[in-house]
């Protein structure tokens, strides 16, 4: 059984910044990726970043240039450094892992005021 546990979550003005952690039950270079997704009230979970087993990163056109995914392999943990928040950036996100199965962490809340 995988376990993912999130934290960093938090309200932050817009404009601010906040690191997400996902810290994985066993090596994270044993999933295909590992990704962030996020999702607000009567709305799908989306993704926003994902970063596969060689370490080649996506991001969602919404947050390019803002959002950075990475990871500490010794750690067994995926960050999303997140910059320059936007109100509309608020959600509850969640790390996602993929072998043969898709596993989520609990998800962590982030509020962005205006």
């Known amino acids: 059984q995988v376990q993912l546990v999130e934290s960093g979550g938090g309200l932050v003005q817009a404009g601010g910044s906040l690191r997400l952690s996902c810290a994985a039950s066993?090596?994270?270079?044993?999933?295909?990726?590992m990704g962030w997704y996020r999702q607000t009230p009567g709305n799908e979970r989306e993704l926003v970043a994902l970063?596969?087993?060689?370490?080649?990163?996506n991001y969602a056109d919404s947050v390019k240039g803002r959002f950075t995914i990475s990871r500490d392999v010794n750690k067994n943990t995926v960050y999303l450094q997140m910059n320059s928040l936007k109100p509309e950036d608020t959600a509850v996100y969640y790390c996602?892992?993929?072998?043969?199965?898709?596993?989520w962490g609990q998800g962590t809340q982030v509020t962005v005021s205006s």
């Open positions: 970063i596969r087993s060689g370490g080649s990163t």
């Open positions: 996602n892992a993929r072998m043969r199965s898709d596993y």
């Open positions: 066993r090596s994270i270079l044993s999933f295909n990726f």
